[in-house]
């Protein structure tokens, strides 16, 4: 079972910028692939970034060029950095873990922009 615990949310202006954090307790991280996703009040949860354990990353268009998926085996922690935030950002931020068929979710960190 592998528990992973999110953090740097919060509440930010449009145009600032957070980074989010993932911490993984499971000591084979390097082998796992990394997900961000997000869910907003209403709407389903949807895709935001993934970093392969080969480092490679895709993102998603809503957030392409404005944010950078990054990870750190020896921490065994995934960020995510965000700038330029909109309003349209805020939303609840799950980091995800899988492996062939094994799949692990986070419990999440708020992310709310506004002035």
């Known amino acids: 079972q592998v528990q992973l615990v999110e953090s740097g949310g919060g509440l930010v202006q449009p145009g600032g910028s957070l980074r989010l954090s993932c911490a993984a307790s499971?000591?084979?991280?390097?082998?796992?692939?990394m997900a961000w996703y997000r869910q907003a009040p209403g709407k389903q949860r949807e895709f935001v970034a993934v970093i392969t354990s080969r480092g490679v990353t895709d993102y998603a268009d809503s957030v392409r060029g404005r944010s950078t998926i990054s990870r750190d085996n020896a921490k065994k922690t995934v960020y995510l950095q965000m700038d330029s935030l909109k309003p349209e950002d805020t939303a609840v931020y799950y980091c995800?873990?899988?492996?062939?068929?094994?799949?692990?979710w986070g419990q999440g960190t708020q992310v709310t922009v506004s002035s």
């Open positions: 995800k873990a899988n492996m062939a068929s094994l799949e692990y």
């Open positions: 499971e000591s084979i991280f390097e082998y796992y692939k």
